[in-house]
């Protein structure tokens, strides 16, 4: 069975201070791996996805996630963040053409 | 650039009654899930559709749910007879033939009073 583990329900993080949102996720066979964002009284929007090939993927809006088999984590980091940034983000597995398992999401604070 | 879509945007229903949350897919996409989110809470799982019938269902998925594509465009999910517990948003997605990425609809919110 596949599983997804957010570490942090809450990261608080002054406006163009650097981020990172933890994800671990355990599963016994290959994945895709993702990050969805949910700005409030949104729906969800994929910000970038892992299928396969360079372990450092990038998103929009300046993310970027790094893929480590050896520790399962599929962080998501970005350099700077903005006010706009202020968003609930969900880290999540597949399988092809299976369904998605998503982490309990971790909201993003921007301190002005 | 395509989205899915859904209607209504919120649907309030008082308990015991029958709703139908609906969702039009990506044009070219083969494979349909509907999940659900109840408030404060993760993401959810419900249902997988392919080739017109249900590829998998979760535990929530009880005989109350059931999933339709009447036509080439719509793709709805019926709840019988609603509960207080089914209130929560809703989310249709979908993918392509390559089934590896599921694009997110933005969602029903559903209020069983």
């Known amino acids: 069975a596949q599983s997804v583990t957010q570490l942090d329900s809450q990261v608080p993080v002054f406006e163009e201070a650097p981020v990172e949102l933890r994800c671990n996720y355990s599963s016994s066979v290959s994945v895709y791996l993702f990050w969805y964002v949910q700005y409030p009284n949104q729906g969800l929007q994929l910000l970038l996805k892992?299928?396969?090939?360079?372990?450092l993927v990038k998103g929009i809006n300046g993310f970027e996630a790094e893929f480590n088999k050896s520790q399962t984590s599929f962080h998501l980091r970005k350099p700077s963040v903005h006010i706009s940034d202020t968003a609930e983000y969900f880290c999540a597995v597949t399988n092809r053409d299976d369904k998605i398992i998503f982490g309990k999401g971790t909201r993003l604070h921007i301190l002005p | 650039e395509p989205e899915v879509t859904q209607t209504p945007s919120h649907q309030v229903t008082q308990m015991g009654q029958e709703v139908i949350l609906r969702c039009v897919p990506i044009?070219?996409?083969?494979?349909f899930y509907w999940y659900r989110q109840i408030l404060g809470q993760k993401v959810e799982f419900l249902v997988s559709?392919?080739?017109?019938?249900?590829?998998?269902k979760s535990e929530i998925f009880d005989d109350q749910f059931s999933v339709e594509r009447p036509d080439g465009s719509n793709f709805t999910l019926k709840i019988r007879s609603t509960k207080l517990e089914d209130s929560a948003m809703y989310f249709c997605a979908s993918s392509d033939e390559r089934a590896d990425t599921q694009y997110f609809g933005p969602g029903t919110r559903l209020t069983v009073l």
């Open positions: 044009s070219n996409h083969l494979y």
């Open positions: 559709f392919y080739n017109n019938e249900i590829s998998e």
């Open positions: 892992y299928l396969s090939g360079s372990t």
